[in-house]
């Protein structure tokens, strides 16, 4: 019902639109898109803020994003005054924007679908967090190099977008980016960006590599906590990430297990 009714009001601003020139039509329909750029308020845990939702992939983040993760806010909740969280594979930014106003923290927040970023930097800006978090649309690996990105599609706050790789021949993407990818001690170390205190890691498939590529920064002390995706790994990757984490000096939290994550703090 809810396409039939959009279709139908976008044919009646097409027809009213009509008799118009080409560029007073052009900027009318700019300034209407700009006047009608949908977003919502939302409170979390006491926490109001909001969240830009220009496509309808991105209305699932306000409306089920943070009740299908519980215990992600737990772990935000608890991370204290000077910390700096890096939200891997960010989206949207619902996590970011959480942390930064629940918490009063730095955060920085790494996405690398264009479209999913242009959201993020809005409710970045809607939400009045420019100065307390370093946005980012770029991609992590395990080596810094040229890659490809595979998305699943055009809209902001779509998943299951990946850097492609010979195990993916044959399964095409809708859309593929040519970018950069970085290894997470490569980026910290070659821009001066703070060490975390904190990481979310959560990128629908590399999640081993990307920790392949943070040696330095996994055994670095100032590093409390790692929650990372898991259950959606063969037994081999999970395998290897929970060896790649214990060689870190981190364990399972007890009880940290949240839906499809896994989160590991540091025991020595």
């Known amino acids: 019902m809810s396409n039939i009714m959009a279709r139908f009001l976008a044919w009646l601003i097409v027809l009213l639109t009509a008799f118009f020139g080409r560029w ?8 209407l898109y700009s006047l009608l750029a949908p977003q ?57 924007i959480y942390a930064a106003k629940r918490k009063g923290i730095r955060v920085v927040a790494l996405e690398p679908n264009p479209f999913s970023f242009h959201a993020l930097v809005r409710n970045l800006e809607l939400n009045h967090l420019m100065e307390m978090v370093t946005p980012l649309c770029l991609a992590l690996d395990d080596t810094t190099r040229p890659a490809a990105l595979a998305l699943s599609g055009s809209e902001s706050g779509t998943v299951g977008n990946r850097l492609s790789r010979d195990r993916d021949a044959g399964n095409a993407a809708p859309l593929t980016l040519n970018t950069l990818a970085y290894s997470l001690d490569d980026l ?16 629908d498939g590399i999640e081993p590599e990307i920790l392949s590529g943070a040696a330095t920064i996994l055994a670095d002390h100032r590093l409390k906590s790692v929650m990372v995706e898991f259950d959606c790994h063969e037994k081999a990757a999970q395998e290897g990430i929970h060896a790649v984490m214990i060689d870190g000096g981190f364990e399972p939290a007890e009880g940290g297990d949240d839906s499809a994550n896994r989160l590991y703090v540091r025991t020595a």
């Open 24 to 31: 007073r039509r052009l900027t009318i329909l700019a300034r």
């Open 40 to 96: 919502t308020s939302i409170t979390v845990n006491g926490t109001a803020f909001s969240l830009f939702t220009p496509d309808r992939r991105s209305v699932y983040w306000p409306r089920h994003g943070f009740a299908s993760e519980p215990n992600t806010l737990t772990w935000i909740d608890g991370f204290a005054a000077g910390d700096v969280f890096y939200d891997i594979g960010a989206n949207v930014g619902a996590y970011t």
């Open 188 to 203: 910290i170390a070659g821009t001066g960006l703070p060490l975390p205190s904190h990481v979310k890691l959560d990128v």
